[in-house]
């Protein structure tokens, strides 16, 4: 079992290099193919007008751009050619949250940094990564921006709940659950004020991760009032020397807006090592 086709997301952003040699180390251990697809945003030139004062600072800043989606280019090729990774790159200007999608229903697995508000080049569409994980039809991977890894899978954490979420979300990183040198499955018991429906043990989905010849443990921990599921989750993640979290990604869209789950929205935000996520 084996991703064999894996895309890439890149944007014009500091962290794209590290994401790209990220997906690389992946295409390399799963022998995958590897599509480097770069999406830039693009505003009206009157805002960059508004904002300096005149059209000099918008051609300077599409300048800069061209050179950097140049140079990332030549960075893509020349690294699959050092790898030895079979892929193709891919630039588009078209709007991020169309095209990305489309393109990531045709891959195994979706590679895509996690939101960086401090960085305006990494920019592309609103609510990007959100909208990828509901409409993409496929597992995503999100790579924390702030942190570079020099492994991931290898202690997983699967985060159980019983959802249809989380169970699309352990079969689609089966890939990567069947390599782990150890799997833990953690379920949050509900307060006890709630309802007991809510307590949903983990042995069922261990047995089956545990049929790929995966070292499988589960583990329950309690929820505790007002600290939000998502931060108990990165917490026992750092307890476990977690390199990659895999859990559901719960929301829906309304009108223009994507509205996630709370758990969904706290890892997306304060992610400290790599997400799986499905939908």
């Given at each position: 079992?084996?991703?064999?086709?894996?895309?890439v997301?890149?944007?014009?952003?500091?962290?794209?290099?590290p994401?790209?040699?990220?997906a690389?180390?992946?295409a390399?251990?799963?022998?995958?193919h590897l599509?480097?697809l770069?999406?830039?945003?693009?505003?009206e030139?009157?805002?960059f007008?508004?904002m300096?004062?005149?059209?000099?600072?918008?051609a300077?800043?599409?300048?800069?751009r061209?050179?950097?989606?140049?140079a990332?280019?030549?960075f893509?090729?020349?690294?699959?050619?050092?790898?030895?990774?079979v892929?193709?790159?891919k630039?588009?200007?078209?709007?991020?949250?169309?095209l990305?999608?489309?393109?990531?229903?045709?891959?195994?697995l979706?590679?895509?940094?996690?939101?960086?508000p401090?960085?305006?080049?990494?920019?592309?569409?609103?609510?990007?990564?959100?909208n990828l994980?509901?409409?993409?039809?496929?597992?995503?991977?999100?790579v924390?921006?702030?942190?570079?890894?020099a492994?991931?899978?290898?202690?997983?954490?699967?985060?159980?709940?019983?959802?249809?979420e989380?169970t699309?979300a352990?079969?689609?990183?089966?890939?990567?659950?069947?390599?782990?040198?150890q799997?833990?499955?953690l379920?949050?018991?509900?307060?006890?004020?709630e309802?007991?429906?809510?307590?949903?043990p983990?042995s069922d989905?261990?047995?089956?991760?545990?049929?790929?010849?995966?070292?499988?443990?589960?583990?329950?921990?309690?929820?505790?009032?007002?600290?939000?599921?998502?931060?108990?989750?990165?917490?026992?993640?750092?307890?476990?020397?977690?390199?990659?979290?895999?859990?559901?990604?719960?929301?829906?869209?309304?009108?223009?807006e994507v509205?996630?789950g709370?758990?969904?929205?706290?890892?997306?935000?304060a992610?400290t090592?790599?997400?799986?996520?499905?939908?």
């Amino acid at each position: 079992m084996s991703y064999k086709s894996i895309l890439v997301h890149l944007d014009l952003g500091e962290s794209a290099r590290p994401r790209l040699q990220f997906a690389l180390h992946l295409a390399k251990q799963f022998d995958a193919h590897l599509t480097g697809l770069l999406t830039v945003f693009r505003p009206e030139p009157g805002s960059f007008y508004v904002m300096a004062g005149t059209a000099d600072y918008f051609a300077e800043v599409e300048a800069m751009r061209t050179e950097r989606q140049a140079a990332l280019e030549r960075f893509f090729k020349a690294e699959i050619a050092r790898e030895k990774v079979v892929g193709e790159w891919k630039f588009s200007e078209g709007y991020a949250n169309r095209l990305v999608p489309a393109e990531a229903r045709l891959a195994d697995l979706t590679v895509v940094g996690q939101h960086n508000p401090e960085d305006a080049e990494s920019f592309v569409a609103e609510q990007f990564v959100e909208n990828l994980l509901l409409s993409a039809g496929r597992p995503v991977l999100v790579v924390p921006y702030a942190v570079e890894f020099a492994s991931v899978g290898e202690n997983v954490l699967l985060a159980w709940d019983g959802s249809r979420e989380a169970t699309r979300a352990a079969h689609d990183a089966l890939p990567f659950l069947a390599r782990a040198k150890q799997v833990v499955v953690l379920t949050v018991n509900a307060l006890k004020a709630e309802a007991p429906r809510s307590r949903i043990p983990g042995s069922d989905i261990a047995e089956i991760i545990a049929r790929y010849g995966v070292n499988v443990v589960t583990e329950q921990m309690e929820g505790v009032r007002d600290v939000p599921i998502g931060e108990l989750l990165l917490s026992r993640a750092a307890d476990f020397g977690t390199d990659l979290i895999v859990m559901g990604g719960y929301g829906h869209s309304r009108w223009r807006e994507v509205v996630l789950g709370g758990a969904t929205r706290t890892i997306l935000k304060a992610m400290t090592v790599p997400v799986l996520m499905s939908h």
